[in-house]
């Protein structure tokens, strides 16, 4: 139950904090002379990678508690987070890859996904 209470709690905070962030008309991801604002740029990427790590973490659970009944509450949790913080550096690193114009959103997703199927399936 403290489970599921805190990542409830965190995915509501990042929603609310970023819903307020981006509706901000002083929260832009540049400066007047063109620059990355690096400050902006890296609160929203944060509270993005929180928000992702506590939806998946929630949803790996769900099937985790459905699919494999013989697991303790706490392997759950553990599977759960291990996995849920894999797609999540994953995404944040195709977000990275994209804002700096390296590769792509979906070249990146394509690729991400192939790597983090054979990292669990083999």
Do not use: C
Not at 58 to 83: E, T
Not at 97 to 112: C, D, N, P, R
């Amino acid at each position: 139950m403290k489970f599921f209470l805190t990542t409830i709690v965190t995915t509501i905070f990042s929603v609310s904090f970023l819903y307020y962030l981006l509706t901000n008309p002083n929260f832009l991801p540049t400066l007047s002379s063109g620059e990355i604002n690096w400050i902006n740029f890296s609160v929203f990427t944060i509270l993005l990678a929180v928000l992702s790590l506590s939806i998946f973490s929630i949803l790996l659970y769900v099937i985790l508690k459905i699919s494999k009944k013989d697991i303790s509450h706490r392997d759950r949790i553990l599977r759960s987070l291990k996995i849920a913080g894999s797609i999540t550096f994953g995404l944040l690193i195709v977000f990275l890859l994209h804002i700096f114009q390296v590769i792509t959103f979906f070249w990146g997703l394509a690729i991400l996904s192939i790597v983090l199927l054979l990292i669990f399936v083999v």
